[in-house]
T-cell receptor, first 110, second 113 residues
Framework: KQEVTQIPAALSVPEGENLVLNCSFT??????LQWFRQDPGKGLTSLLL?????REQTSGRLNASLDKSSGRSTLYIAASQPGDSATYLC?????????FGTGTSLTVIP | GAGVSQSPSNKVTEKGKDVELRCDPI?????LYWYRQSLGQGLEFLIY????????KSGLPSDRFSAERTGGSVSTLTIQRTQQEDSAVYLC???????????FGEGSRLTVL
């Protein structure tokens, strides 16, 4: 069964810092990988989708990379802002199932 | 609609009562998922619908839980004889098939007293 791990579980950084969130998975036979953010009491908001044939995707200050062979993805956030404070989750898609990590809780300190 | 819509947003019920949670997916999305998120926990898969295929019910925690999807669109998750451990946020998500980008609703927060 696919296992998805996100490290660290929590991260606190000063405003303006660049940061990297990590996601690892055990089965490299994935279809896609998707990054989400979740604000307290809210649903998940899609940030980036990386298809298995892609190495990275960019949206604004966000850049996600995918290395299937090593079972890893990273989410790079440039010039962090207090509004980036949220929980970030990655999910890998194998077959018809999405396997979620437990998330990294990010706090950006003004 | 523009996004995935869920109702009610909040539901408080007494132990033993039945509840129904509704999900209206994005128009044209053939795949629909239900997840449960307990306080401070990760997402727990409940059930998956894809077009007219038989649903994948492998995540339903007990036979008190059931779900249906009518006309390939709106879905209803029903919990019978609710228990306190059913208290959680129930999240619905939809995508084009084969599994593409997944979009979530805001969730239905269920509290069982």
């Amino acid at each position: 069964k696919q296992e998805v791990t996100q490290i660290p579980a929590a991260l606190s950084v000063p405003e303006g810092e660049n940061l990297v969130l990590n996601c690892s998975f055990t089965d490299s036979a994935i279809y896609n990988l998707q990054w989400f953010r979740q604000d307290p009491g809210k649903g998940l908001t899609s940030l980036l989708l990386i298809q298995s044939s892609q190495r990275e995707q960019t949206s604004g200050r966000l850049n996600a990379s995918l290395d299937k062979s090593s079972g890893r993805s990273t989410l790079y956030i440039a010039a962090s802002q207090p509004g980036d404070s949220a929980t970030y989750l990655c999910a890998v898609i194998t077959g018809n199932q999405f396997y979620f990590g437990t998330g990294t809780s990010l706090t950006v300190i003004p | 609609g523009a996004g995935v819509s869920q109702s009610p947003s909040n539901k408080v019920t007494e132990k033993g009562k039945d509840v129904e949670l509704r999900c209206d997916p994005i128009s044209g999305h053939t795949a629909l998922y239900w997840y449960r998120q307990s306080l401070g926990q990760g997402l727990e898969f409940l059930i998956y619908f894809q077009g007219n295929s038989a649903p994948d019910k492998s995540g339903l925690p007990s036979d008190r839980f059931s779900a249906e999807r009518t006309g390939g669109s709106v879905s209803t998750l029903t919990i019978q004889r609710t228990q306190q451990e059913d208290s959680a946020v129930y999240l619905c998500a939809s995508s084009f098939a084969p599994p593409g980008e997944l979009f979530f609703g805001e969730g239905s927060r269920l509290t069982v007293l």
